[in-house]
């Protein structure tokens, strides 16, 4: 099986720093059930093209089975999988490109983050529900998508279609992206639904997922699909999901899981969607906003407040006499003002909203003080330890609002999601998660230094054994 890696930026051939393999040579890499091989059929400054070529062996690939094989959909010496390209070439994707996929480039850093004109071709994919759903899959991440089918045979057109399509993807996307969005959606596509289930699956899906799956219009399907319907690997998922997406720009919506009704080709009915939920999301923002009444802290701002969840409800409700929001980041911050329609006239519930800025909680800020309340909701964790320090002082010290509401993830609770490997944390950009005698004596502490009281409350299902998912501090002056 065959895929194949184009691009025509300048300077072409600087395709092999971002994949970490020399355009010069030939490279094989010994896997589990046969050889990938990568090499590079044209290598221009123009064009260059990538292609890796796995050589499944059939005989080892049933030997291997159930033995950490991603892949034993067929327990038959004859079978697709050698010529399919879609669980095993995700499997030698991430082993051959991990670093690629993981966007690290020491050599030529900055090419890293830029999106770079690519055309990605394989030959033959098995897609379930044909060749429009993998344009519903792909488009969305801002690919143009050509699904061609492969005829069963050509000698015999009357004979149809066969389930596997030509794909060619086109875009200009950043190359971590689009290699990351390939090892979800090709096993997507092919939903074998009995490939192996490694015990970190969920935490693979959420890394592979960053910065894309959260926002997709079809995480749910990608989701259980990719988690192969398991009701609790794929509720766990679409609870990390919602709960680390900081940047999408939908509506606000409780409910976890959306409807899907594929065409079930086998004739097995698909696993029913799981009970409409509340979120942690949710009861996160509830809790938030219980606390600032409870407080009659009227006059607030969101420190950290990412795509703008928390302003667009505190906007919605008439108890909150002005709002504000900060956050370091340009991009949630333009999702945050798309979010509350800062630009559109006239403006009603928003006309309560002051100001949305950019500025860094690491930084004494005038614009931060003046408030009854700060929050920090599933901020701190961001933080590197090191600069927490600067973070206490500037929103404790400088700032000091009468009261500070601080969420962050109780790190006992992880135990509770499946899928989860021990000592992983619920989303990649987290520094630490704490577990509640971790948060206690950071939250006493500060306290403590700055004149402040706190108390504690849990938020979300209150385990008896490893308490609730969210922990939150109330501290007052
Ligand atoms: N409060 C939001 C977003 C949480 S994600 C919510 O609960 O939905 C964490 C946010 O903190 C991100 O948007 C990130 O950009 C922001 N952040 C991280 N470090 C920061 C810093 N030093 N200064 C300001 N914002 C920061």
């Given at each position: 099986m065959l895929l194949t890696i184009t691009t025509t930026m300048s300077q072409a051939t600087d395709l092999g720093?971002?994949?970490?393999?020399?355009?010069g040579r030939v490279q094989r890499f010994e896997q589990a059930y046969g050889t990938a091989h990568v090499f590079y059929p044209d290598a221009e400054e123009q064009r260059c093209t990538a292609a890796l070529l796995l050589d499944v062996d059939p005989v080892q690939l049933v030997r291997t089975r159930g033995r950490g094989t991603p892949d034993f959909s067929l327990g038959q010496y004859v079978n697709d999988r050698p010529y399919a390209a879609s669980s095993l070439l995700a499997s030698a994707m991430a082993n051959v490109f991990r670093t690629a996929m993981r966007g690290r480039c020491d050599l030529r850093p900055e090419l890293v983050d830029t999106p770079?004109?690519?055309?990605?071709?394989?030959?033959?994919?098995?897609?379930?529900?044909?060749?429009?759903?993998?344009?519903?899959?792909?488009?969305?991440?801002?690919?143009?998508?050509?699904?061609?089918?492969?005829?069963?045979?050509?000698?015999?057109?009357?004979?149809?279609?066969?389930?596997?399509?030509?794909?060619?993807?086109?875009?200009?996307?950043?190359?971590?992206?689009?290699?990351?969005?390939?090892?979800?959606?090709?096993?997507?596509?092919?939903?074998?639904?009995?490939?192996?289930?490694?015990?970190?699956?969920?935490?693979?899906?959420?890394?592979a997922g960053e910065g894309w799956l959260a926002a997709h219009p079809d995480r749910g399907a990608i989701t259980r699909r990719y988690l192969a319907n398991r009701r609790s690997l794929v509720q766990s998922a679409l609870g990390r999901l919602a709960d680390a997406e900081d940047a999408s720009d939908e509506e606000l919506d409780p409910v976890e899981v959306e409807e899907e009704a594929p065409a079930a080709e086998d004739g097995q009915a698909e696993a029913a969607p799981e009970e409409a939920s509340v979120s942690l999301a949710e009861l996160r923002l509830r809790s938030v906003v219980q606390a600032l009444h409870d407080e009659n802290a009227r006059r607030v701002i969101d420190l950290g407040c990412g795509s703008g969840k928390l302003l667009a409800r505190l906007a919605k409700d008439e108890f909150f006499s002005e709002i504000s929001g900060s956050d370091v980041s340009h991009r949630a911050l333009g999702h945050a003002s798309r979010r509350l329609r800062l630009d559109k006239q006239p403006r009603r519930e928003s006309d309560r909203v002051q100001d949305v800025f950019q500025g860094a909680l690491t930084y004494a800020d005038e614009r931060f003080r003046g408030y009854e309340a700060a929050v920090l909701m599933e901020v701190i964790e961001h933080v590197d330890p090191p600069r927490l320090g600067a973070v206490e002082r500037v929103v404790f010290g400088h700032a000091s609002p009468r009261v500070v509401v601080v969420t962050t993830p109780n790190a006992e609770h992880n135990v509770r999601y499946e899928g989860m490997a021990p000592g992983a944390m619920r989303h990649p950009d987290h520094r630490f998660e704490w577990t509640r005698p971790e948060f206690r004596a950071w939250a006493d502490r500060v306290a403590a230094e700055h004149g402040y009281r706190v108390r504690h409350v849990p938020v979300g299902d209150d385990d008896p054994e490893v308490g609730a998912p969210t922990q939150m501090g109330v501290f007052t002056r």
């Open positions: 720093f971002l994949l970490h393999k020399h355009p770079i004109p690519l055309e990605v071709v394989l030959p033959a994919l098995p897609c379930r529900g044909g060749p429009g759903q993998a344009e519903r899959f792909f488009a969305p991440l801002g690919w143009d998508v050509s699904a061609v089918p492969v005829p069963l045979d050509p000698d015999f057109p009357e004979w149809g279609d066969s389930r596997y399509v030509t794909l060619t993807l086109t875009g200009t996307l950043r190359l971590a992206d689009a290699l990351n969005q390939l090892y979800v959606l090709l096993p997507v596509l092919d939903d074998a639904k009995h490939y192996w289930m490694a015990p970190d699956e969920v935490d693979k899906l959420i890394r």
